[in-house]
């Protein structure tokens, strides 16, 4: 077992309502894919209430914005599934259910066994956003190798 594993946060701003006709779609699809990702290879884990899924985990002041978190075994394994599933055809729709966002995604390497909260998301979402991607925090575009854990 890998001494680091990847975390990811995504959040989106809804354009509506989780209980209006507009998400419907979104909605109804939410517990297929998070299914599909805990099932998928490379899944470590998922931020999420007695519900099932994070939706109603306050990710900000911004009662719009939802927020996706997990952790995966290496950023090969989060690649596949978010392109390479059915997730994509999540993805084809996201204009029709979220307003734009500059910075959504942000990817990061944890020590093996450690959960992000969603403010630490929120705080690594906000390091991309005031240097860029770094070794601290990256993209999928711009990705940053595991760094070596002292101890493990």
Known sequence: MPAVHLAQVNIARLRAPLGSPLLADFVAGLEPINALAESSPGFVWRLKDEAGDATQIPYSDDPAIIVNLSVWQSVEALREFTYRTRHTDF??????????????????????????????????????????????????????????????
């Open 91 to 152: 993805l084809k729709r996201r204009r029709e259910w979220f307003t734009r966002l500059d910075f959504a995604v942000a990817l990061w390497w944890v020590p093996a066994g450690e959960f992000p909260t969603p403010a630490q998301a929120r705080a690594r979402l906000e390091l991309l956003e005031a240097r860029g991607p770094c070794a601290k925090v990256f993209t999928f575009g711009q990705v940053f190798g595991a760094p070596e854990i002292s101890g493990q």
